[in-house]
Nanobody, 116 residues
Framework: QVQLVESGGDSVQPGGSLRLSCTVSGIIFRLNAMGWYRQAPGNKRELVAS???????NYLDSVKDRFTISRDNAKNTVYLQMNNLKPVDTAVYYCNVGRSVPVYSWGQGTQVTVSS
């Protein structure tokens, strides 16, 4: 079975940084694009960043100068480095297979809270 396990979320003050991790099992990881999504209270889930098998990345406009997505195929893990966090970044963050359309059921996600 495909499993998606996110970790690294925390509560931070504006301007802080976090690195999220997502470990995937049940697929040939290196042959699949990966994406990070988030869902804030009262909002729909949105795509934040994605990375293709060749390393090409795409970002939501509001995060592209602050967040960096990367992958380690040897560890079946995709990361999201988040710098200069803002209150509007507060959300539950999820990963999934696919560049823009999720392929599998959602995992538990990891909570990121940015407040002063």
């Amino acid at each position: 079975q495909v499993q998606l396990v996110e970790s690294g979320g925390d509560s931070v003050q504006p301007g802080g940084s976090l690195r999220l991790s997502c470990t995937v099992s049940g697929i040939i990881f290196r042959l699949n694009a990966m994406g990070w999504y988030r869902q804030a209270p009262g909002n729909k889930r949105e795509l934040v960043a994605s990375i293709r098998t060749d390393g090409t990345t795409n970002y939501l406009d509001s995060v592209k100068d602050r967040f960096t997505i990367s992958r380690d195929n040897a560890k079946n893990t995709v990361y999201l480095q988040m710098n200069n966090l803002k209150p509007v970044d507060t959300a539950v963050y999820y990963c999934n297979v696919g560049r823009s359309v999720p392929v599998y059921s959602w995992g538990q996600g990891t909570q990121v809270t940015v407040s002063s």
